[in-house]
C-alpha cells in the first residue's frame, strides 16, 4: 500500500457526498494504490452509508478527541505515507498532489497557510489567534516553521515507531512537529489556501484550544531544551542567550585555531556541533542515530559509532576532535586507548572537558542545572581536571602541546600521539 488517508469526521456525512468523488478523482490520477480511513468521533447522521457506498473503511472511536482519532487511525494506516486532511473542504483535495510530490524531501510535509504563497481564508478571530499561537510556539520552541497547527500534512509512517504520541486533543498537531524535529526528521512546508467549510460547523473551539496549548507549551519546551533534542547544539550556537551562544562559539573558534585542517579528520560526538560543517571531509561519528539524522544533509561522512569500540582501522586518522563527551561516559581506560589506537603517529587529538577544579566551573554548572534543567549538566557523570587530563595523555601516548579554557573552566587541550600502545 502507498498511500493511506485518513479524515476524522463528526457528523461530516454532507461534505464526504461531495468530497469524496473529488478525492477519489485526485488519487486515481495519482496512479498509486490507497486506501481512505475514516476516524469518526460518533456522527449521528449517515455516514456509514456514504462511506460504504465509495469504499472506504471507518471505525468509531472508544474514546473523543482529535488527537486519540489519528493516533488509532495512524495504527490502522497500511500505507507508506499517510496524508491527514479535514472533511469540510477547508484542505483542497487537489492540495494531495502537490503533498505527494514532495514526499522524497522530508518525512513530514506540512500544507501551510503562512509561508509566502499561503494563505487562511478564516473568521477574524480564529485567524488572528491561529497566526500568534504560530509565531509564539515556533519562537519560543526554535522552529524554523510558520505552521504547526495545520492539519493537512503528509506523513511517512515510518515516523510514527519513535515518536510516542501522548495527545487527546488538537494539540496533537505541534506535539507530532515538535518530537519528529528533535529526532533528527526533516520537515517540509509548501503553500497552500485554507478555505471556508462547505456545510456544518466547526468543532473547534479556539479560545479554549489557544488554552491548552498553552498549557502543552511547557511540556513541549522541555524536550526542545533537553540535551536528547537532535539539534541541541546547533541552537546553542545561535542561541538568544548570550553566555551559551558565546560558549558555543569559543570551543567552535579554540578548536580552529589548534586544527591543521588535515585531510583525514574524525569528529567524535559531532551531535548538531558547527565544528563539523567547518570540515567537510571530516568523519561524524556519534552514538545518537537521531542526531547523525538531523545532520544527514551535510557531505561529510556520519557514523553510528561507540567512542569504546570505533569502527575504524588502526592509525588512519591525522586528527581527532572529542568535544564535550568523555564527562558524558564511564571513566574507562578503553577511551583513550581507542583514541590512540585510530589516529596516527604525531596526529593531533583536540578533546574538551569541564575541569572540575575550577571553583567558576562548579558555580556556572550549578546555575546551569537550574536555568536548563534538562541540559548538559545533569549528563556529566565523570568529572576532570587538568592534572588528570594530562596524567590520561602522557599514560597512553601522547604529548601536550597546548591548552585553553572557555571562561576558565571548560578546558580544551590540544596534543599529540608520539607512540602506539
Not at 545561535?238 to 562559539?249: A, D, T, V
Not at 556556572?364 to 592534572?387: L, M, Q, V
Request: charged share 25%; aromatic share 14%; proline share 3%.
Amino acid at each position: 500500500m502507498e498511500l493511506s488517508i485518513v479524515i476524522p469526521t463528526f457528523n461530516e456525512a454532507e461534505n464526504l457526498k461531495i468530497l469524496f468523488p473529488r478525492l477519489q478523482a485526485v488519487l486515481d490520477r495519482l496512479g498509486v494504490e490507497y486506501e481512505i480511513i475514516i476516524a469518526d468521533a460518533g456522527s449521528k447522521d449517515n455516514i456509514f452509508e456514504i462511506v460504504r457506498q465509495y469504499g472506504a473503511s471507518i471505525f468509531v472511536q472508544e474514546k473523543k478527541g482529535f488527537g486519540l482519532a489519528l493516533r488509532e487511525a495512524f495504527k490502522r494506516c497500511r500505507g507508506d505515507y499517510i496524508i491527514t486532511l479535514d472533511a469540510d473542504f477547508s484542505h483542497e483535495p487537489f492540495v494531495i498532489k502537490q503533498l505527494y510530490q514532495f514526499r522524497h524531501t522530508a518525512e513530514i510535509i506540512i500544507a501551510s497557510r503562512y509561508i509566502r504563497g499561503g494563505f487562511a481564508n478564516a473568521p477574524f478571530l480564529r485567524n488572528f489567534l491561529s497566526h500568534i499561537l504560530n509565531l509564539v510556539f515556533c519562537f519560543i520552541l526554535d522552529l524554523p516553521l510558520k505552521d504547526i497547527s495545520s492539519g493537512f500534512r503528509l506523513y511517512h509512517r515510518k515516523i510514527f515507531e519513535d515518536l510516542n504520541l501522548e495527545s487527546v486533543s488538537f494539540e496533537i498537531q505541534q506535539e507530532i512537529v515538535v518530537k519528529a524535529y528533535s529526532l533528527g526528521y526533516f520537515i517540509n512546508e509548501i503553500p497552500f489556501h485554507y478555505l471556508p467549510r462547505i456545510s456544518g460547523h466547526s468543532h473547534l473551539k479556539p479560545l479554549k484550544c489557544a488554552l491548552r496549548y498553552a498549557i502543552y507549551l511547557l511540556k513541549m519546551y522541555k524536550i526542545r531544551k533537553s540535551i536528547l533534542s537532535a539539534d541541541y547544539d546547533e541552537r546553542a550556537f545561535y542561541s538568544y542567550i548570550p553566555l551559551q551562544r558565546y560558549w558555543q562559539r569559543k570551543r567552535y573558534r579554540i578548536v580552529l585555531d589548534f586544527s591543521q585542517r588535515s585531510e583525514r579528520i574524525l569528529d567524535i560526538g559531532c551531535g548538531s556541533n558547527k565544528i563539523l560543517e567547518a570540515f567537510p571531509q571530516a568523519v561524524g561519528a556519534d552514538i545518537a542515530f537521531h542526531k547523525l539524522r538531523y545532520r544527514r544533509h551535510l557531505i561529510n561522512p556520519l557514523v553510528n559509532a561507540d567512542i569504546f569500540n570505533l569502527p575504524f582501522k588502526d592509525h588512519v586518522f591525522d586528527e581527532i576532535f572529542c568535544q564535550e563527551v568523555i564527562e558524558h561516559i564511564e571513566k574507562k581506560d578503553n577511551v583513550f586507548k581507542e583514541l590512540n589506537r585510530v589516529l596516527k603517529k604525531d596526529g593531533l587529538l583536540i578533546l574538551g572537558t569541564p575541569d572540575y577544579d575550577k571553583l567558576l566551573w562548579r558555580i556556572i554548572e550549578f546555575f546551569y542545572k537550574r536555568i536548563i534543567p534538562a541540559g548538559y549538566a545533569d549528563e556529566h557523570i565523570s568529572h576532570y581536571t587538568f592534572k588528570s587530563i594530562k596524567e590520561k595523555l602522557q599514560k597512553y601516548g601522547f604529548v601536550l602541546l597546548d591548552y585553553r579554557y572557555v571562561l576558565g573552566a571548560d578546558l580544551i587541550v590540544k596534543a599529540q600521539k608520539k607512540q602506539d600502545l
